[in-house]
């Protein structure tokens, strides 16, 4: 099929990356359609490990081209130095990257605001990663935000920027006691980065669609997860923009209609960064072992990983509301050595049960998960290539969740390498047919 969508099913860091590394084998496109540089990608190549944060997954294979599409909130000079340091390991970033000019941008005072906030709030804090990337939203919905194009256009900038300092270095300096932005600096240091990148500046929108109706393969680049994602997610703790296969549209400029294929990542156990609900965590031992055997350290932040069993209300109400037509599972290698294994099938709360994701989860921690326990596994799994391979406990405990989530576990994962992924028992071969 010409397009397919690449999601996050948990709270980020489900190992989309290697995902998306190896679907753009095939692919002519990859493009990134939400977030920013709080996100990260982690792709190995040759025993050679890549951090990705605001440069789709595309970028490692020489013949797929990459947008950042403009629902996107890009940091100009995190972008540089990703460039560079992908040109410095030899990847020729700047022949397979294109920027949308419509691209929301953050500044120096974005990161400074977002930082501020959170320390004023205290326990109330929402737990980001103060990368400016919420401050940044708030402004493009808003009406004051910058985009890319508003940059390159120097009259148009200068405006645009005086006005945005105006209310930015009143908010820092009057509520926050803090030294106001330069607008020279701004002005000079923004303008020569954007200068350095206008070759690659395109009508991402009108770009997407012409490939998409010549038969290119087009591969949309989820970030985060879907629980984080600002409406379905488990707000107030949640990310500032839309991270389902329902932001592609908004973030791309491509129709819906032409959206052929959605996939699903999901981690075999849970992991989350930062505040929030999240009813399978363990604060014992079994959750440490989990954080260290999993390595849960975060690809962005470096912030420990909460870690917990699986959480099949969560993971099923993120299928539905993606409408996914598969399910790629990864780190099951971590699971090895358990005694026993747990999914939560159902919430309960006093003398209500659910098999729905209820919204008062995401303000009211009073819920608890219903579990079932499955006999784990004592075998080394890292060199299995089929699903044959697996030890029956293990093939067990993937029909459950198939079956439970109501679809197909496409690509089975267990281990970071490219080769260590192979066809789920239901799956099929080719995920572009």
Known sequence: MPSTAIIGLQWGDEGKGKV????????????????????????????????????????????????????????????????????????????RLRLDSRCHLIFPFHLHLDRLAETWKGEGRIGTTGRGIGPAYADRVARTGIRLGDVLNEKHFETRLQAALAEKNAMISKVYGQEPESHDRLFEESRALARRFQPLVVDGGEWVREQYGQGKKVLFEGAQGSMLDLDAGTYPFVTSSWTGTWGIAGGTGMPPKHLDRALGVAKAYCTRVGEGPMLTELLDATGERLRKQGNEYGATTGRPRRCGWFDAVAARYAVELNGLDGLVLSNLDVLSGFEEIRVAVAYRWEDRETRSFPV???????????????????????????????????????????????????????GPSRDQMFVGENGQQDLWA
Request: charged share 20%.
């Open 20 to 95: 998306i590394d190896c679907l753009a084998a095939e692919a002519d496109l990859v493009v990134r359609y939400a977030g920013g540089n709080n996100a990260g990608h982690t792709v190995v190549v040759d025993g050679e490990k890549y951090v990705l944060h605001l440069i789709p997954g595309g970028i490692l294979h020489d013949h797929a081209l990459n947008l950042i599409g403009r629902g996107v909130v890009v940091n100009l000079e995190h972008l540089a130095q990703e460039v560079d340091g992908l040109l410095s390991r030899g990847v020729p970033v700047l022949d």
């Open 360 to 414: 008062e989860v995401g303000s009211d921690p009073a819920w608890e998960p219903v579990w079932k326990t499955f006999p784990g596994w004592q075998e080394d799994i890292t060199g299995a290539r089929s699903f044959s391979e697996l030890p029956s406990t293990t093939q067990d405990y993937l029909r459950f969740l198939e079956a439970e989530l109501h679809v197909p576990i496409q690509r089975v994962s267990v």
